[in-house]
């Protein structure tokens, strides 16, 4: 069984920056995709960013680009979101997922691609 656990969010200013950071555990393959989503209210969850984490290639969605870093740590179980220049549209619970099987490769972020979700944390930006 694969657990995921988020946190770091928080409440800020818009232009502020937080950090989120995800924990992997259980499981022993090596290469896979993770990846960030967010999820508003009345909105569809969207995929943010995502990284495989055997070479550490990542991909970003156009409206976080330059903004947002996604990174892991040399153990490949743990992920994090670098978030800057945070907006009141960045606004959102934002959940790490982990799609083992990688397919269709990175820029492929539908949720219903990823295999394990975590029960999110809450970014609130306020303008």
């Known amino acids: 069984q694969v657990n995921v656990l988020e946190s770091g969010g928080g409440s800020v200013q818009s232009g502020e920056s937080l950090k989120l950071t995800c924990v992997v555990s259980?499981?022993?393959?090596?290469?896979?995709?993770m990846g960030w989503f967010r999820q508003a209210p009345g909105k569809e969850r969207e995929g943010v960013a995502s990284i495989y984490t055997r070479d550490g290639n990542t991909y970003y969605v156009d409206s976080v680009k330059d903004r947002f870093t996604i990174s892991q740590d040399n153990d490949q179980n743990t992920l994090y979101l670098q978030m800057n220049s945070l907006k009141p549209e960045d606004t959102a619970m934002y959940y790490c997922a982990v799609d083992l099987l990688c397919s269709g490769g990175l820029r492929d972020m539908r949720a219903s691609k990823y295999d394990y979700w975590g029960q999110g944390t809450q970014v609130t930006v306020s303008s």
């Open positions: 259980g499981s022993s393959k090596r290469g896979y995709c």
